[in-house]
C-alpha cells in the first residue's frame, strides 16, 4: 500500500459544508429557505452542510447564485474536487497541525486556504479586513509550502492568486493598489518555486516574470530581489554558473542592504563562484552574506527560509 499522503475527503467535504453555512447564515437565511431559492429541499441543504452527502456542481452554482457569492462557493467546490483527485508527491510530510476556523476545525491547510478565500468574498468593497485577509492568507500559504508538496498546495495559491485579480479590479485606492500588487507578487512567486518543484519549468518562469512585474510595479525591492535570486537558483541547479553569478549581483543590486533577500544571493553568488573555481571570490561573497546576516534581527534570521548557509 502506498504511504503516499492524499487531501482527506472528509475534510474536504467539510470545509465545503462550514463555508456554505457560514454564506447562508450571513444572508439570514435559513436552510429552508435557501433551499426554496437554489430549488432544492432545506433538508438537502442541511445534508451538505454536515458534510452527509457530496452535492453537485449544480447544486453549488445554484447556492452560489442565492447567496450572491461571486463565484466564491464554487471556488471551494472546485478546489475540494481537485484536492481528492491530486496525489502528493516526493515523500513529503503531511501538514502536521490542524487549522481551525470559526466554524470548527478543518483538518488539512491547503482545503483551509478554500475557507479564507470565501471569507474574504464576505467583505464589502476593499476595508481594511479585505486587504489584511489576503495578506494573512498570502502567509499561511507561504508557511505550509515547506512542509505541503506542490501539487497539493497549487491549486490553493492560484485561487488566492485569482481572488487578489479580482480585489484589483474592484478600484482600490492607490494604497490598497500597492498592497494588492505586492500580496499578488508575492503569491506569483510562490507559484513559481511550486510549478518548478513540480517540474514545469515553462509555468515556473512565467510566474516568476509576473512575479517581477509585479514587484516592481508595487515597488516592492524585496519581492524583486527575491524573484530574481529564484532566477538564480534555477541557473545554478542547471549548472549555469555564469548565469547565476549575474542573476546573484543583480538580486543583491536591487536587494534592501539589511534583508534576507541580500544574505540568501550573497549566498548565491558565493555558490557561483565556487562552481566557476574563484575560491577568493566566493570566500568574500561569504563574507558578505555573513556581515549582512549579522544585521538582520534575530527575529528575521529565526523565520527565514535561508537555504545553503555554510
Keep these: 500500500m502506498s504511504n503516499t499522503p492524499t487531501v482527506d475527503p472528509g475534510a474536504s467535504s467539510a470545509c465545503l459544508g462550514a463555508v456554505l453555512r457560514r454564506l447562508r447564515t450571513l444572508q439570514g437565511l435559513t436552510q429552508a429557505g435557501l433551499g426554496r431559492l437554489a430549488g432544492y429541499d432545506g433538508s438537502y441543504i442541511s445534508a451538505v452542510e454536515r458534510a452527509a452527502v457530496r452535492p453537485s456542481r449544480e447544486l453549488v452554482e445554484r447556492c452560489d447564485r442565492a447567496l450572491r457569492a461571486d463565484g466564491a462557493l464554487l471556488m471551494v467546490w472546485s478546489l475540494a474536487e481537485v484536492g481528492e483527485h491530486v496525489p502528493a508527491t516526493g515523500g513529503a510530510e503531511p501538514i502536521p497541525e490542524a487549522a481551525t476556523t470559526d466554524d470548527g476545525p478543518v483538518p488539512d491547510r491547503g482545503v483551509f486556504e478554500a475557507v479564507e478565500v470565501a471569507r474574504l468574498a464576505e467583505a464589502s468593497g476593499l476595508g481594511p479586513g479585505t486587504l489584511a485577509g489576503t495578506e494573512r492568507s498570502v502567509g499561511r500559504l507561504r508557511d505550509a509550502a515547506a512542509t505541503t508538496p506542490p501539487e497539493a498546495l497549487l491549486p490553493a495559491v492560484l485561487a488566492q492568486l485569482r ?15 500597492r498592497r494588492l500588487l505586492a500580496a499578488a507578487g508575492w503569491l506569483a512567486l510562490l507559484a513559481a518555486r511550486l510549478w518548478f518543484d513540480a517540474g514545469d519549468r515553462e509555468a515556473a518562469e512565467a510566474s516568476r516574470d509576473a512575479a517581477l512585474r509585479l514587484a516592481r510595479q508595487a515597488g516592492q525591492a524585496e519581492l524583486a530581489a527575491w524573484a530574481v535570486e529564484a532566477a538564480a537558483l534555477w541557473a545554478l541547479v542547471d549548472g549555469r554558473s555564469r548565469d547565476a553569478l549575474e542573476l546573484a549581483r543583480a538580486g543583491q543590486d536591487l ?56
Excluded at 163 to 177: C, D, E, N, V
Aim: aromatic letters at 2%; hydrophobic letters at 50%; glycine letters at 6%.
Design 163 to 177: 481572488y487578489a485579480g479580482r480585489l484589483l479590479a474592484a478600484r482600490p485606492t492607490l494604497g490598497q493598489h
Design 255 to 310: 536587494a534592501p542592504p539589511a534583508s534576507v533577500a541580500a544574505v540568501q544571493l550573497a549566498l548565491d553568488e558565493a555558490q557561483a563562484w565556487t562552481s566557476l573555481g574563484e575560491r577568493d571570490q566566493a570566500e568574500g561573497a561569504r563574507r558578505q552574506a555573513a556581515l549582512t546576516r549579522a544585521m538582520l534581527p534575530a527575529a528575521a534570521v529565526e523565520n527565514a527560509a535561508i537555504a545553503r548557509v555554510d
